[in-house]
């Protein structure tokens, strides 16, 4: 029988094919038009009492407008926290889907509007609930643990969520009690976790279809251009590219890596959308996109999430107008995925993470 690396047979793991739309040109907007509609929005937010919660790939103009307006840009781990803890009626979650269902589970009686619903993100599509509970029901003595990048019912089946900037801790704290883990959906980081933790693990055989695309051949020849650089590596990518990193972590950890080292050059190995959260924190220091081309390329990304991609502020602004485009969880899910999640923001709170 065909066995894959979480060595069960592949025909009982059934992983659909992803399809990738292709990226959203971001709007050309002149600076009179983006004043206009940022001035739009933040009045209606403001009359709403809404508060726009924004991912670092995002726009940077709508990552901006978040700032501006008393809203944050940030980490899935802070977005949740964030949304959870703020007061308004109204959650604006500028990223993909999971993380509107995140804010929605969190904070039941917000309401949670999202930009565009189609906004999806590979991993959460690659592990559908159904064929995920069917591989969990095989292992019933593993510690389910699921990157927060999957569907409301996904992290229903689980007993921890954990998001990149927190997935080490985590992991060292159940190898630390023995507990084998059953990882899902992204194997990258699950291999991460594991040799960094020497954790007892078994994988979904899921992939970020933008980290994947990071080439390590051409990595290796663009520090050879830029010896003094320092690598930055987001741990969604292969093994070969985290292999060559100076710093690897969530999207906060990396932005603090370029405000706080003290190296002048940095190579990064994440969406583009987070050079504009950089280039704000460290405007004296070059940034330089690690390389998607090169051999064995597809380049179906190069570097820039299709689905973050969807959000702009044209759609912020229509949604706002409108109250369309809302998250709905139902209760009984949602109570159920609360529990893996809260006992994430719990065990960042303990351990100050
Ligand atoms: P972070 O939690 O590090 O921001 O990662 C979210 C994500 O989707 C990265 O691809
Ligand atoms: Fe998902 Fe990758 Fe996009 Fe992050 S960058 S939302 S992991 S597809």
């Not at 840009?73 to 802070?78: C, K, N, P, Q, Y």
Request: negative net charge; proline residues 5%.
């Amino acid at each position: 029988m065909n066995k894959n690396t979480t060595g069960i047979n592949r025909a009982q793991l059934i992983i659909p094919t992803v399809t990738i739309p292709s990226h959203p040109q971001w709007p050309e907007l002149s600076d009179d038009e983006t004043i206009q509609l940022k001035t739009e929005i933040a009045v209606l937010l403001k009359e709403q009492n809404a508060v726009l919660v924004a991912h670092y790939y995002t726009d940077g103009r709508l990552q901006d407008l978040a700032d501006e307006t008393g809203g944050c840009v940030a980490d899935s781990l802070e977005m949740a926290r964030f949304g959870q803890q703020h007061p308004a009626e109204t959650l604006i979650v500028a990223g993909v889907r999971f993380m509107g269902e995140t804010a929605k589970i969190l904070s039941n009686d917000k309401r949670v509007l999202m930009p565009d619903l189609n906004a999806t993100c590979s991993l959460d599509v690659g592990c559908p609930s159904d064929a995920f509970s069917a591989f969990c029901d095989q292992y019933p003595d593993h510690t389910v643990v699921v990157y927060a990048n999957t569907s409301a019912e996904v992290k229903a089946r689980s007993d921890w969520v954990v998001t990149s900037g927190i997935a080490l801790p985590i992991a060292k704290h159940l190898a630390a009690k023995g507990e084998r883990i059953l990882w899902a959906p992204d194997k990258h980081l699950g291999g991460y976790v594991q040799r960094e933790t020497g954790a007892e693990m078994i994988f979904w055989p899921g992939s970020c279809i933008v980290h994947e695309e990071f080439r390590s051949i051409a990595l290796a020849r663009v520090r050879k251009l830029y010896p003094e650089a320092a690598v930055l590596v987001h741990p969604e990518s292969p093994e070969a590219v985290i292999a060559q990193a100076d710093v690897v972590g969530s999207t906060t950890a990396l932005i603090n890596a370029v405000r706080n080292m003290k190296q002048a050059t940095f190579i990064v190995a994440t969406d583009k959308g987070i050079f504009n959260k950089m280039r704000k924190v460290a405007p004296e220091k070059t940034l330089i996109e690690a390389p998607t081309e090169g051999e064995g390329a597809t380049c179906q990304s190069c570097a820039r999430c299709p689905w973050m991609g969807m959000n702009s502020l044209q759609n912020l602004l229509e949604v706002l107008k409108k109250g369309n485009n809302e998250i709905f969880v139902s209760g009984k899910l949602a109570e159920r995925a609360k529990i893996p999640i809260q006992r994430m923001l719990d065990f960042a709170f303990r351990e100050k993470y």
